[in-house]
């Protein structure tokens, strides 16, 4: 893949979606679930809008593990190297 800036990285820090570990602020108004599901949109938005304009090669460095569903997906769909 051609970047724009070769000598440069994008790091993007991820939780993998894990209801009462994710988004646990919001869980005043929100259901575990429902904040969940808000990290879920927000990660999922967050590697479309670093990846689309090429600018460099971005990194995903994943919590607990890379082994998680949610980031085997990522690296699928998205020009991403897990970390």
């Given at each position: 893949m051609a970047y724009k800036h070769l000598d440069a990285v994008i790091i993007v820090f991820c939780k993998a979606?894990?209801?009462?570990?994710v988004k646990t602020r919001?869980?005043?108004?929100?259901s575990p679930k429902q904040?969940?599901?808000i990290h879920?949109?927000?990660?999922?938005?967050?590697?479309?809008?670093?990846?689309?304009v090429k600018l460099c090669p971005?990194?995903?460095w994943c919590a607990p593990s890379i082994e998680h569903?949610?980031?085997?997906?990522?690296?699928?769909t998205y020009p991403v190297t897990l970390w």
């Open positions: 979606p894990i209801p009462n570990q919001l869980t005043r108004v929100l904040a969940c599901d879920i949109e927000l990660s999922l938005k967050t590697r479309q809008l670093v990846t689309q971005v990194q995903l569903d949610f980031f085997s997906a990522a690296a699928d």
